[in-house]
């Protein structure tokens, strides 16, 4: 089961540890997806969010 995070700084720290996060935007909002080694963590942000958060993650990103 996937892992939802609402902390936006804590998802950017989980990111260091991720093989990829796909990013899957929707008419409402934008989803992130981080897969780690054991985990698939999630958070759902606004679309002018998951830019900025986007572009502070240390993993490769994929657009979905």
């Not at 780690?36 to 985990?39: C, H, Q, V």
């Given at each position: 089961m996937p892992v939802e995070i609402k902390d936006k700084e804590k998802f950017i720290e989980l990111s260091?540890?991720?093989?990829?996060c796909r990013v899957?935007?929707?008419?409402?909002?934008?989803?992130?997806?981080l897969r780690?080694?054991?985990?698939l963590y999630t958070i759902k942000l606004d679309s002018d969010e998951a830019d900025d958060v986007v572009g502070k993650?240390?993993?490769p990103t994929v657009e979905i």
């Open positions: 260091e540890k991720a093989i990829e899957k935007k929707n008419k409402e909002n934008t989803k992130l997806k780690t080694g054991k985990y993650l240390s993993c």
